[in-house]
């Protein structure tokens, strides 16, 4: 069982609907990291949080810590959000889950 | 900006020989780690460095080995490389982990081995 996993692998969307990718992870962390890799581009930081919500534009991002969970939510997604979205753990190293690809079409 | 720098997007390389992969930050991190990307595994940690000849192994180091002579750059070097290291490559600097330091990744190398 991998130690961070994400839910679902792939997700399709009409423009404009809301979305959610889950994360859930089994060891202890500082912190969790949401990131965003586009069709043959480099993988980006969208968010670090190590508790309660974070907000950048669109795109939201929680984790509880009890439950060991974090949600990424885009509202109102558009083809621009396509792209491959990871949710990693920070140890002592970064462990990442295998991914989300999201696919919104018009 | 922060950089991570790559240096090459593309690579093909034949069986057996030496291949090198550079990556140079220019942020002063302490922290380099090389990861590759393979479809359906996602990012899997070969090497990480905490500090300028220091290095350690991370989950699948067979067949690698890397270099860090100077804390700007991190090289990564398949020995005699195999059709089974065809992958994406991606190099990430942070300043700090395992306190949620944010971390910084390389437009990744797509390596190609036959």
């Known amino acids: 069982k991998n130690e961070v996993e994400q839910s679902p692998q792939n997700l399709t969307a009409q423009e404009g609907e809301f979305i959610t990718i889950n994360c859930s992870y089994s060891?202890?962390?500082?912190?969790l990291h949401w990131l965003q890799q586009h069709p043959g581009g480099g993988i980006v930081s969208l968010f670090m949080l190590s508790s309660g919500k974070k907000k950048h534009g669109r795109l939201i991002a929680t984790i509880n810590i009890q439950e060991k969970h974090s949600s990424l939510h885009i509202t109102a997604s558009h083809p621009r959000d396509s792209a491959v979205y990871i949710c990693?753990?920070?140890?002592?190293?970064?462990?990442f889950g295998t991914g989300t690809r999201l696919q919104v079409f018009p | 900006d922060v950089k991570v720098t790559q240096s090459s997007r593309y690579l093909v390389k034949r069986t057996g020989e030496k291949v090198f992969l550079e990556c140079v930050q220019d942020m002063d991190h302490e922290n380099m780690f090389w990861y590759r990307q393979d479809p359906g595994l996602g990012l899997r940690l070969i090497y990480f460095s905490y500090d300028v000849k220091m290095k350690e192994k991370g989950d699948i180091p067979e067949g690698y080995s890397v270099s860090r002579e100077k804390k700007e750059r991190f090289s990564l070097i398949l020995e005699s490389a195999s059709t089974n290291q065809t992958s994406m490559y991606i190099c990430?600097?942070?300043?700090?982990?395992?306190?949620?330091?944010?971390?910084?990744f390389g437009q990744g190398t797509r390596l190609t081995v036959v």
């Open positions: 990430a600097s942070s300043f700090e982990v395992g306190v949620g330091g944010e971390a910084f």
């Open positions: 990693a753990g920070d140890t002592d190293k970064l462990i």
């Open positions: 060891v202890g962390i500082s912190a």
